[in-house]
Structures are given as C-alpha cells and as structure tokens.
C-alpha cells in the first residue's frame, strides 16, 4: 500500500474491469498493483511540479463565504417563522378554550331560558302569551314564526318586527 498525491483527476480500471476515480489530492492506502501502474503514474504529482493551487481557489472560498451567509440568515428566518408559528399555535388554543367557554355558557344560558318558559317561541316580553303563533330567535339576528302548541316552524329567517308581524297576522287570523 502506498500513498500517492494525484495533480489531476484520474479513473483506472484495472484487468477485471474494475473502476477506481482519484480526485486531484493526496489518496491514502493505494495497492501497490494500482500505484505502480503507467497511466496512474502519468496522474501523479512530479517532484519538479510546483504545488500547484488551482486558479479558483480564492473565488471558491469567496463562494464558500457567501453560501454560509446564506445559510446563516436562512437559519435565522427559519428560527423567526417557528416563533411565530409557536405564537400562532398558542393564540389558536387559547381561542378554542375561549370558544369552549363560551359554547359551554350559550348550553347554560339555553337550559336556563328553557327551563324558565322563555325557551317556549315567545318573545322576551311575552307578548304573545296565550296566543296560537309566537316568535323564536334563530341565529345571527334572525327570528321565527311557530306554532305555541308543538313549536313547528312556520316562517323563517325573518327579522324581529318581521316576525312579530308575521305572528300578530296568523294570530288574527285564527
């Protein structure tokens, strides 16, 4: 085994076809078979070569340079963007927990309103108390017309004045 110093890139493939690439450098534990060979010699390193540093040299430690500024501010905007995720993900669980506080208040407030009579498709003031027709608050705003007696929709989506409207109609008229 020997140690040779390549001044050039160099591929041997020796009788059974096996290949072997040295790059330009200094290459450790070489078999002898392969280090005495004609066309590996004619890659070496000659006593009379000056040590020759490539020509590019300078431009690639310049480019080595700027890739690792790269990576570092890459690095940084990385570590930036985690933050506002961790921040991001904390503000989406503690809304949740505020949405489950308050869905688990809107449940109190309805069994409540039920449990009072005012869950019954009245309006707050019981306006139409005794009646046949009645008013329901909906969603967002928005109000129903329903039967006393079962609490069947009969108009829907409706605004307030609309529905009470609606109902003193269908009250009036039987």
Do not use: Y
């Amino acid at each position: 085994m020997q140690d040779l110093h390549f001044a050039k890139p160099c591929t041997f493939t020796d009788a059974n076809g096996e290949t072997r690439v040295f790059a330009p450098g200094r290459h450790k534990n070489v078999p002898a078979e392969i280090a005495g060979h004609w066309f590996v010699q004619a890659h070496l390193v000659k006593d009379t070569d000056e040590p020759s540093v490539p020509e590019t040299a300078p431009l690639q430690h310049e480019e080595r340079l700027k890739v690792k500024a790269a990576i570092d501010a890459a690095e940084g905007r990385a570590a930036g963007f985690e933050a506002e995720r961790d921040a991001a993900v904390a503000k989406a669980e503690a809304l949740e927990a505020d949405n489950a506080t308050l869905k688990a208040r809107v449940a109190e407030l309805e069994a409540a309103q039920q449990s009072s009579g005012e869950g019954s498709g009245q309006s707050g003031d019981n306006e139409f108390a005794g009646k046949v027709h009645g008013i329901k608050r909906r969603h967002q705003g928005k109000f129903a017309v329903v039967t006393q007696a079962d609490g069947n929709v009969v108009v829907d989506s409706l605004s307030k004045a609309d529905a009470e409207a609606k109902a003193r109609e269908l009250n009036a008229q039987g």
